[in-house]
């Protein structure tokens, strides 16, 4: 509950703070660079935790197999459904 709480004040005082800079017509340009240090950080965190955990190392090829087979079906019916309904609305159309 409480790092819930700090994640909702941290956005709320963001939020606020982008709002009193809107209103001023003030632009930070370091901005972007602080989100994008913060994201690397947030990466590489995320990275440190799962590297960390063993059980997720031993199943990497697991899960990479997995995905691979996921992304490659989900590509796959994009294609297909796009040349079945490109079809379809061409017949609609009485162009051919």
Known sequence: MLLTLLYFSAASFGIYIGHL????????????????AMIIFLISAMGAKIGNNKEIIDSLG??????????????????????????LLKMGDGEE
């Open 21 to 36: 800079m809107h209103k001023k017509n003030k632009e930070i340009k370091s901005i972007s660079k602080i989100q994008i």
């Open 62 to 87: 697991t899960i990479g197999l997995s995905s691979f087979l996921i992304v490659s079906m989900a590509i796959i019916f994009s294609i297909i459904l796009v040349f079945i309904f490109k079809r």
